[in-house]
């Protein structure tokens, strides 16, 4: 059994590993894998872009990243119906991707079917949680064609207002890049210190593993908070901690009942560790996105 218990935490932490530190989203991830293509639209290389796309597509037939630059490739080389065609192909796979939909409402628009245009803005504003201006500059566009004078006039505002943020951000003195090793980290790691010897003292301790286990999940959920970036650091100096603390300085208990017990607790409050390090990671995200 703790060779199992072993094993699962080693697996874990690869797992932990693989996607704690890159939480971009699909899309972004996508759009990186797509760097050399994307940047030669960007360069006005429409038939080579499109040619890269193309093999792109057949690689991974999922990729709505592939889809959206395809398209862009079709309408920019005058193929308007390729680039619906796309565009609705991207959307099928990944429906999230703002861009699908603020690209296929644009055309529509030019096409005068502005029932559609307006959907898909709509949509374009709700995948981009609101934060980008195009979807609704375009958005009170296809309002005014419709009729909707008021909706229309409040659409172009908050465009504008949009892009007057992103302005005054872009102009302002940016912000000295945080150190990876500063003094924030170091207080933190102070703190997993402290944590992480209460924490093998509770496991010496307790007859049960359910209080070296809350123990553990709350702590870790602390350190992904405080540090949602570098937290994967602090989980494995937990973890190094209690593992060497356990080991070399206080040892496994003679009594053998007592000792699994505590191997549990030691091995269990590690996978812990690392799964909370994530959660907490991830709320604190969600409350700053």
């Given at each position: 059994m703790?060779?199992?218990?072993?094993?699962?935490?080693?697996?874990?932490?690869?797992?932990?590993?693989?996607?704690?530190?890159?939480?971009r989203?699909?899309a972004?991830?996508?759009?990186?894998?797509?760097?050399e293509g994307?940047?030669?639209?960007?360069?006005?290389?429409?038939?080579?872009?499109?040619?890269?796309?193309?093999?792109?597509?057949?690689?991974?037939?999922?990729?709505?990243?592939?889809?959206?630059?395809?398209?862009?490739?079709?309408?920019?080389?005058?193929?308007?119906?390729?680039?619906?065609?796309?565009?609705?192909?991207?959307?099928?796979?990944?429906?999230?991707?703002?861009?699908?939909?603020?690209?296929s409402?644009?055309?529509?628009?030019?096409?005068?079917?502005?029932?559609a245009?307006f959907?898909?803005?709509?949509k374009?504003?709700?995948?981009?949680?609101g934060q980008?201006?195009?979807?609704?500059?375009?958005?009170?566009m296809?309002?005014?064609?419709?009729?909707?004078?008021?909706e229309?006039?409040?659409?172009?505002?908050?465009?504008?207002?949009?892009?007057q943020d992103?302005?005054a951000?872009?102009n302002?003195?940016?912000a000295r890049?945080r150190?990876f090793?500063?003094?924030?980290?170091?207080?933190?790691?102070?703190?997993?210190v402290?944590?992480?010897?209460?924490?093998?003292?509770?496991?010496?301790?307790?007859?049960?593993?359910?209080?070296?286990?809350?123990?553990?999940?709350?702590?870790?959920?602390g350190?992904?908070?405080a540090?949602?970036?570098?937290?994967w650091?602090?989980?494995?100096?937990?973890?190094?901690?209690?593992?060497?603390?356990?080991?070399?300085?206080?040892?496994p208990?003679?009594?053998?009942t007592?000792?699994?017990?505590e191997?549990f607790?030691?091995?269990?409050?590690?996978?812990l560790?690392?799964?909370?390090?994530?959660?907490?990671s991830?709320?604190?995200?969600?409350?700053?996105?």
């Amino acid at each position: 059994m703790l060779e199992l218990l072993t094993l699962s935490a080693f697996i874990g932490y690869l797992i932990y590993l693989r996607y704690y530190a890159d939480q971009r989203t699909n899309a972004e991830k996508e759009a990186d894998r797509l760097r050399e293509g994307i940047t030669m639209y960007e360069n006005q290389e429409y038939a080579k872009a499109l040619t890269y796309f193309d093999k792109a597509i057949t690689a991974k037939p999922q990729s709505a990243v592939a889809y959206l630059y395809r398209a862009r490739c079709y309408r920019a080389l005058g193929d308007v119906q390729a680039a619906l065609n796309d565009l609705a192909a991207g959307k099928s796979y990944d429906d999230t991707v703002s861009d699908l939909h603020l690209d296929s409402g644009r055309i529509q628009y030019e096409q005068q079917a502005y029932q559609a245009a307006f959907q898909d803005f709509d949509k374009a504003i709700f995948f981009a949680h609101g934060q980008t201006a195009e979807p609704y500059r375009w958005r009170g566009m296809t309002r005014r064609q419709l009729g909707e004078t008021t909706e229309a006039d409040q659409d172009l505002a908050r465009a504008e207002q949009i892009s007057q943020d992103n302005q005054a951000r872009a102009n302002a003195t940016p912000a000295r890049k945080r150190a990876f090793f500063d003094r924030r980290l170091a207080l933190n790691a102070g703190l997993v210190v402290l944590m992480s010897l209460i924490l093998l003292s509770i496991i010496k301790r307790s007859p049960v593993i359910h209080w070296p286990y809350l123990w553990a999940a709350s702590s870790a959920v602390g350190i992904g908070f405080a540090e949602p970036r570098k937290g994967w650091l602090l989980a494995v100096l937990q973890t190094l901690l209690i593992t060497t603390g356990y080991y070399l300085v206080v040892g496994p208990s003679p009594q053998s009942t007592h000792r699994e017990v505590e191997l549990f607790s030691l091995f269990g409050s590690i996978g812990l560790t690392f799964a909370g390090s994530l959660i907490g990671s991830v709320l604190k995200r969600a409350q700053t996105a």
